[in-house]
């Protein structure tokens, strides 16, 4: 529940107590845990509780006199809302005018005796660290200070360490041993010089040692870290989430354990002569807490092989789309007939589809909030439904629908933008534009090892066109079982250089959207398979995992080409093939209807 204005404006009070007292000029409160995750436990929503903005992405910054939080434009609408009434200034992340947080900073201690800014140095990575440091030398001489967690004083109700039990992953869904997955690790940190690595990223550990939790929301990991030495590895977790079933697990996997508090510990006693530290993702405090070993700044080799799904990997995804693509149609075909009845509003219907998920075998939890906006609400990228914010459905105008579920064989991410009834000629247009984007990605052929960044204008070239544009990225991955944002590579404008390769899960999720109007966004999650091998090497292309029909209501067909249209109509061939024999013959007429040939 977020705090109201005078909540935060005491816990603003309180803050600038200790910061007078510990001499300093500004706090920073980053959006991560100690882990660097996405999402992060309760312990560690230090954003959310001194600004009251709840957004998955962000940075609050406090002075003496001011408050401002910075955030990307999924959260530009959502964060005005939230802020109104505080203290807190919204800052545009990527927008011309709007200054950095180190510039901000320089600007409100001009005058300040105190030229220091603190951050909790376990929820800040090394890298970001470093660069912080330098940005505010340069913006005042300020220096920064990472020993305090200023929330420990202040935050008298803050929440424990999760101690939810672990669960071990079975090797029918996993598809590789942790002893195996470790042995390929130490062969990768060879290569790099290193004869260890800490590991500190949730799901990383998480796949490393196929184990799974529940200490963050809609992702099924636990908190813990791993250092992976030549011979042995260390697991530091609280003792209480571990079962004897899961201690004698990690002992026939070579794997030992320690508390999840002696971490620095296990650091000053590793005895080999180097130890991986990735400075993007181990936090400034672990990383300089170091012991007699020489430290190889590097990137962590773990989320490249997470990224590459194998063989059982593969089909668990495949099996997890079949039986989310039953509950997807059930959904559509009630929300047909329900909208018109009145009565249903955006969390209704987001919560009739995590109830027709949940009837579906090895259903786990949903994959993140689900997304249901409608008309206007569509228009906020990442805009979750609240008692507040709920709004009824009327049968006209469009619902956009963004949701996933977490099933024990797969991880499933798919927006639809459902036509309600009667809609505009703008809503049809910009609809046809974000299919046309939709399918030029999804039907794209490319060479192996392309970035993400080099296919990601084929989506956007349709509404280029049109000077319409939208300022997220186009896909990411999608873990199995796992965080349903997975890296490295992804799909976007700004330059991600990791290479496509076969094997890799990729999110296809072009969108335009209307402030105050209305929003659009069509997604499937692909995979990378081979395409062809000629003189000119090795190509590759997508093979769509989600199966859904993608709604044809709106479409203005003279936009479409004939390669559009054949696309489209392979795709819903596809889907009515793979899901009818799991549905009754209602279902499968329904189905047979919205996959129709255009």
């Not at 009837?359 to 249901?372: N, P, V």
């Not at 709106?554 to 009818?580: F, G, K």
Request: net charge negative; proline share 5%.
């Amino acid at each position: 529940m977020r705090p109201d204005n005078k909540t935060i404006e005491t816990r603003l009070q309180q803050l600038r107590e200790e910061m007078r007292r510990e001499h300093l000029s500004a706090f920073i409160f980053p959006s991560a845990d100690p882990h660097m995750s996405e999402y992060v436990p309760e312990r560690w929503e230090g954003r959310k509780w001194i600004s009251g903005f709840d957004g998955s992405a962000g940075t609050a910054v406090v002075t003496l006199h001011g408050a401002a939080l910075w955030t990307d434009s999924r959260y530009f609408l959502a964060a005005e809302e939230q802020l109104d009434g505080t203290e807190f200034t919204l800052m545009r992340e990527r927008v011309e005018g709007t200054p950095s947080i180190a510039e901000w900073i320089g600007l409100q201690t001009e005058d300040a005796d105190d030229k220091e800014v603190g951050v909790d140095g376990m929820c800040i990575s090394l890298g970001e660290a470093e660069a912080l440091k330098d940005e505010l030398k340069h913006n005042g001489g300020i220096c920064l200070r990472t020993n305090l967690d200023i929330l420990s004083r202040i935050w008298t109700d803050r929440p424990s360490v999760p101690l939810n039990p672990v669960e071990i992953q079975p090797l029918e869904y996993a598809g590789e041993t942790a002893a195996d997955k470790l042995s390929r690790i130490r062969h990768e940190l060879l290569r790099k010089g290193a004869s260890g690595m800490l590991l500190t990223q949730l799901d990383d550990i998480a796949w490393t040692l196929n184990l799974r939790g529940t200490d963050v929301h809609c992702t099924p990991v636990f908190v813990a870290w791993l250092i992976i030495a030549e011979e042995t590895a260390v697991l530091y977790v609280k003792d209480d989430k571990l079962s004897v079933e899961v201690m004698a697990y990690l002992r026939e996997q070579g794997v030992m354990v320690d508390d999840y508090d002696n971490i620095i510990e296990g650091l000053n006693s590793y005895d080999a002569y180097t130890l991986l530290i990735d400075p993007a993702t181990v936090n400034c405090t672990l990383a300089k807490a170091r012991g007699n070993f020489n430290p190889v700044f590097a990137p962590s080799p773990v989320p490249a092989m997470k990224a590459v799904k194998n063989e059982t990997e593969r089909n668990g995804f495949r099996h997890a789309m079949e039986r989310d693509g039953v509950a997807m149609v059930r959904f559509l075909k009630w929300l047909e007939q329900a909208v018109p009845a009145g009565g249903e509003t955006e969390l209704s219907v987001s919560r009739k589809l995590e109830d027709l998920r949940r009837e579906q075998a090895l259903f786990r939890d949903i994959s993140f909030d689900t997304i249901a906006g409608y008309e206007a609400h569509g228009a906020i990228v990442h805009y979750e439904p609240t008692p507040e914010s709920d709004v009824a459905l009327r049968p006209e105008g469009l619902l956009l629908l963004d949701s996933g579920a977490q099933y024990q064989d797969g991880t499933t991410d798919i927006t639809r933008t459902i036509q309600l009834g009667p809609v505009t000629d703008l809503q049809r247009r910009v609809y046809t534009l974000v299919l046309k984007g939709h399918l030029a990605l999804q039907n794209l052929c490319f060479p192996r090892s392309a970035s993400g960044t080099q296919l990601d204008a084929v989506a956007r070239t349709a509404m280029w066109r049109e000077g319409m544009n939208f300022m997220h990225g186009t896909g990411h991955g999608v873990g199995s079982y796992l965080s349903v944002h997975e890296g490295p590579h992804q799909i976007r404008q700004e330059y991600r250089p990791a290479p496509m390769v076969e094997g890799m899960t990729v999110t296809d999720e072009p969108g335009l959207y209307l402030a105050g109007k209305f929003g659009v966004r069509i997604e499937n999650t692909l995979l990378v398979v081979p395409y062809v091998t000629t003189e000119f090497g090795r190509f590759l292309r997508f093979e769509p995992l989600t199966l859904c029909p993608i709604d044809t209501a709106p479409i203005i067909t003279s936009m479409l080409t004939d390669e559009e249209r054949q696309c489209l109509n392979a795709y819903h061939q596809m889907v009515y093939d793979r899901l009818s024999p799991m549905l009754d013959e209602e279902e499968k007429k329904w189905l047979e209807e919205k996959t129709k040939k255009i």
